[in-house]
C-alpha cells in the first residue's frame, strides 16, 4: 500500500523548514498555506498545457478518469479524511491540478514541449525552488495517479516516464551514479511517489556490502561511536582522496560512471570518499530522503541515513570540512566552511541506525588503525606538537636546542677527559 508519511517531530526538531514548501504546494498537506498562492496560475498554465496535448480532452473528462482513483489516493494520506470527506470534489480537483503541474513541468525538464510553446518555468531561482519542493516528502502525490495523467496524453514514442523523472531531478542531487540512474525501475505500479523513485535510484555502485555479515548487532554499532573526526584520523596518518565525478546532467560518455555517494572504502591508511557538492539545497533534499527511509517501515534499504551519521561522526568542525574540501570531497558552494559542518552535524539528528549499518566494516577498520601503538603515538605528538606551523617550528626548535645542549654537554665531558 502507497504511505505518504508526514514527517515526525524527532527529525524536524533541528530544521523543520528543511520538509515544508518554499514555494508550491503538492497534495493536501500543505494546501492552506495561503502564503504560496502565488503560484497557483503556473497550475492553471501548465494544466491548460496538458489539455492541448490530445484532442477532446476536457477538465470533466479528465476529473471522470481520477475519479476512479480516489478511494485509493485518500488512502495514502494520513488526517485528511474528515477534511475530504464532504467535499470529494475539491480532492479530485487538487489532484487533476497539482498532478498535471508536476508531470507537464517534468516532460518541460525534459524538453517535451508542445510545437510553437515557450517554457512556463524557465531555468534559474524559480525552477530551483520548484524541483527542491517536488522533492519533499510532505509534497508527494501518488505516483499511480502521476502515471495515469501522463498516460493520459503521452505519445506513441514518448521516452519512459520513470526515466524523465530521474533525468528532471538529476541536478537536485550532491552525487548520483549516472549508471544507476538509467536503470529500468520496472512498473509504474510498484512506485510510491517521486521522492521514493529518487530513492531507489541512489544506491552504492557495490549492493553486495560485506560487513553486513561481519558482526551481529548492537555489538557492531560502537565502531561508529569511537571513531575519530577526519583531522583527528590525518593526525594518525590517515589520507583522504577523492573518487568519481559531480555530474548534474546526463549524457552517454558518463552513464558508464559508477561511482556513488555512499561508495566510502578505507584501506592501508587511505580512505577513499566520493566527492559531492554542497548548494542551498543539498540539506533540504539530503533531510527528506531520510525522512522518508526512517518512516517507511518496509524500506530495508537506509543508505542516505548511514552516509549521515558517518559524514557526522566525519565531521567535528569546519576544520575538518577545509580538510576535505582541500582533497576535493566537498565542493562548498554555500559559503564558509562553518556552514557545511553544521549541516552535517544537524542532519543526523535523530536519525537511527540499524545493525547491518552500511559503513560498520569501514569504521572497523578505521579504528583499529588508529589503535596501533605508532599510529597512536604518531597522533599524539601531532595533536600536542605539529598542530599548527608555529607548534611545529616550536618543537623544532626546541629539539634543536636540546640537541646542541646535549652536544655541549658531552664535548664538555670528553674535554675534562682528556685534561
Known sequence: MVKINQVSAGLSESNPNAYKPMLITIGPYHKHNTELRSIEKYKLMYLQRFLRRKEGIDVEGCIREIEELKDEARKCYDDIHDFYSDNIGEFLLMLLLDGCFVVEYIRECCGIIP????????????????????????????FFVLAKLHDMTMDIDQTSFIIMVKCA????LPKITPASFVE?????????HILQLVHMSCHPSDMNNPSIEIEHCGKSLIWIDIMPNATELCEAGVSFTKVGTVYTYLEEDNFEDCTSLFDIKFENGLMKIPCFEVVD???????????????????HSRYFSDYAVFMDHLIDSEKDVNLLRLKGVIRNR????????????????????????YYKEECRKVVQHCQKPWNRMKANLRHNYFHSPWAGVSTVA???????????????FISVLIK
Open 334 to 357: 554555500i559559503g564558509e566552511d562553518k556552514e557545511v559542518a553544521n549541516l552535517f552535524n544537524k542532519i543526523g539528528k535523530g536519525v537511527s541506525i540499524s545493525s547491518d549499518f
Open 169 to 172: 531531478f538529476l541536478p537536485s
Open 184 to 192: 529500468n525501475e520496472g512498473n509504474a505500479k510498484n512506485i510510491k
Open 398 to 412: 626546541a629539539i634543536i636546542l636540546l640537541l646542541l645542549t646535549v652536544i655541549q654537554t658531552i664535548l664538555s
Open 281 to 299: 539545497d543539498t540539506e533540504t533534499i539530503l533531510r527528506n530522503l531520510i525522512a522518508y527511509e526512517q518512516q517507511s517501515p518496509n524500506e
Open 115 to 142: 510545437t510553437g510553446e515557450d517554457i512556463i518555468i524557465s531555468g534559474g531561482c524559480l525552477d530551483n525552488q520548484v524541483r527542491r519542493d517536488l522533492l519533499l516528502l510532505e509534497n508527494q502525490l501518488p
